[in-house]
C-alpha cells in the first residue's frame, strides 16, 4: 500500500458510520411522511365538519419542508456511500496487489 491510500479498516469504520446516518435520515423521513398523512387526514376532517383549516397549511409547509431537507441529506449520505464503496474496491484491489 502507498502512504496515500487509507487502510481498509478506516474505510470500514467510515462506511458504517454512513449507514448508520442513513438508516436514522431515513426514520426521519418516515416520522415525517407519517406527519404529513395526520396532517391531510385532520384537513379532510375539517373539510367534512366545516372547520376552517388554515392553522394546518403552516405546519403542512414547515413539514413539507424538512421533507425536502431530509431527502437532499439521504442522497448526499447515499452518495457518501457510493464514494466510499469505490475507495474500498480500490484499496482492496491496491492491497492485493
Not at 487509507?6 to 479498516?9: C, E, G, H
Not at 458510520?17 to 446516518?21: C, E, G, H, Y
Given at each position: 500500500m502507498t502512504g496515500q491510500s487509507?487502510?481498509?479498516?478506516e474505510i470500514l469504520q467510515d462506511r458504517m458510520?454512513?449507514?448508520?446516518?442513513i438508516a436514522a435520515?431515513?426514520?426521519t423521513?418516515?416520522?415525517l411522511t407519517q406527519?404529513?398523512?395526520g396532517l391531510m387526514?385532520?384537513?379532510m376532517k375539517d373539510d367534512r365538519n366545516g372547520v376552517?383549516?388554515?392553522?394546518?397549511?403552516?405546519?403542512?409547509?414547515?413539514?413539507?419542508a424538512a421533507l425536502e431537507t431530509n431527502m437532499a441529506?439521504?442522497?448526499r449520505l447515499q452518495q457518501a456511500l457510493a464514494r466510499l464503496d469505490d475507495e474500498l474496491e480500490a484499496a482492496v484491489k491496491e492491497e492485493g496487489a
Open positions: 487509507r487502510r481498509i479498516d458510520q454512513t449507514i448508520q446516518a435520515a431515513n426514520t423521513q418516515l416520522r406527519k404529513a398523512s387526514v385532520l384537513d376552517e383549516h388554515g392553522n394546518h397549511d403552516t405546519a403542512q409547509a414547515r413539514n413539507q441529506r439521504i442522497d
